[in-house]
Structures are given as structure tokens and as C-alpha cells.
């Protein structure tokens, strides 16, 4: 795991991030670059589904704030799907997609609990080191269901995002 660690900042507290550059290289330039930016403040966790996942929206729509060019060339990249045999168990960190195996762009999940039919599927890039009570704060908030997302009533907010740590 990289000694990069970010912080999320949360209005429901702190969720602290460690990465595999070894198993995703691509994956974690590109969502290094995106926090470097400052693409996820304001932003959400449109999705907490109990026991399976806190999603982050895609940056491109899930922002309170403007974005500026920068932000928007960044945002609208996508990555090729690195996918490994690193398991899909509570605390990893797992890029969204759409049904191409390489349209990742910024939206991840933050897995919590197991879910071997995502292993080999979707991208690992890190995991949660820090902020399993902030997770289980978020399972606890009263949710509805859209189509197939469970997701919660108010808005669980991206206050700030900040890398630290050695590269």
C-alpha cells in the first residue's frame, strides 16, 4: 500500500484512504489528480446501500461547486479497467463504471461488506484505513430506493479531500 494516504471530510466526520499503485497504477494517478484538483469538494455519496456499498457520484454531476476547465478536462477522463485478485471486502476502495469494462472516471464505492460477484470486475485501488465509525454512521441514515440504488434521504456531503503522506 502507497504511504499517500487522503483524507475525506465529511459533514457525518472523517474517512481516511490508503492506496495499491502496485495494483491499480492508472486508477490511483487518476483519482490523485482529481483530489489534487479539489474535483471531489462538494461533492456526495449518492448511494449507501447497508452491508454492500457507500458510493461517491461521478464528479461531473455530483458537485455543489462550478467546475473549472481543469477540473472538467480532468473529470471527463476515463481509465482503463485494471482489474486484479485483490477481494471486494469491507473497507476497499472500488472505481464505478458503466457496462465497458473501461468507462471508470470518478465515481467509486467504498465497500461495506463483502461482495465476491465485483472481485475481478470492477477496479481496486486502496482501502479504508481510518473512518470505519463514519461508515457506520452513514449505514445507520435513514435511506429510500431509486430503481435499483438505495440511497439516503439528505445529502451526505464531500467537505474536503487532501492528500498526505510520502509519495
Do not use: W
Amino acid at each position: 500500500m502507497k504511504t499517500l494516504k487522503q483524507l475525506q471530510k465529511l459533514n457525518h466526520g472523517d474517512i481516511e484512504f490508503g492506496f495499491f499503485p502496485r495494483v491499480a497504477p492508472k486508477t490511483v494517478e487518476h483519482i490523485f489528480k482529481l483530489v489534487q484538483l479539489g474535483c471531489y469538494n462538494t461533492n456526495h455519496f449518492f448511494r449507501v446501500d447497508k452491508g454492500f456499498v457507500a458510493q461517491v457520484a461521478d464528479v461531473m454531476g455530483g458537485r455543489k461547486a462550478p467546475m473549472n476547465k481543469e477540473q472538467e478536462q480532468q473529470a471527463e477522463k476515463s481509465i482503463v479497467g485494471e482489474f486484479s485478485t485483490v477481494k471486494h471486502v469491507r473497507g476497499i476502495l472500488s472505481m464505478g463504471r458503466y457496462s465497458d469494462p473501461d468507462s471508470a472516471s470518478s465515481s467509486f464505492s467504498i465497500l461495506l461488506g463483502d461482495a465476491p460477484h465485483l472481485d475481478g470486475q470492477y477496479a481496486v485501488f486502496g482501502r479504508v484505513t481510518k473512518g470505519d465509525d463514519t461508515l457506520r454512521k452513514l449505514e445507520r441514515l435513514p435511506t429510500h430506493k431509486e430503481g435499483i440504488f438505495v440511497m439516503p434521504i439528505e445529502r451526505i456531503e464531500i467537505l474536503s479531500t487532501y492528500y498526505y503522506g510520502n509519495n
